[in-house]
């Protein structure tokens, strides 16, 4: 059974960082592309990151280009979301997603969401 569980998302003042992370079982995680996908409070799924299985290739959204940075360990079967610079409109669940092909695969597989609220 795949499993991918979040963790690591809470409070944090405008400017801060957070570091998420997303651990992965019941598959090979080491063959597949892996992404983040927020969702904001009454609005629609945003795609956030992306990276290749073997972690040199990744792409952002513009919205966080330059402040957030998508890492692997293949030998942990984890996903990381590094946050800095946080703003407010950041503010949203966030869910480790794993892609049922290659890089332009579709999701097959969600996270059950960790929770990043940037406030003061």
């Known amino acids: 059974e795949v499993q991918l569980v979040e963790s690591g998302g809470g409070l944090v003042q405008p400017g801060g960082s957070l570091r998420l992370s997303c651990a992965a079982s019941?598959?090979?995680?080491?063959?597949?592309?892996m992404t983040w996908v927020r969702q904001a409070p009454g609005k629609g799924p945003e795609w956030v990151s992306a990276i290749h299985s073997g972690g040199g290739s990744t792409s952002y959204a513009d919205s966080v280009k330059g402040r957030f940075t998508i890492s692997r360990d293949n030998a942990k079967n984890t996903l990381y979301l590094q946050m800095n610079s946080l703003k407010p409109e950041d503010t949203a669940v966030y869910y480790c997603?794993?892609?049922?092909?290659?890089?332009?695969?579709?999701?097959?597989?969600w996270g059950q969401g960790t929770q990043v609220t940037v406030s003061s």
């Open positions: 997603a794993k892609k049922a092909g290659g890089w332009g695969g579709i999701i097959d597989y």
């Open positions: 019941g598959f090979t995680f080491s063959t597949y592309t």
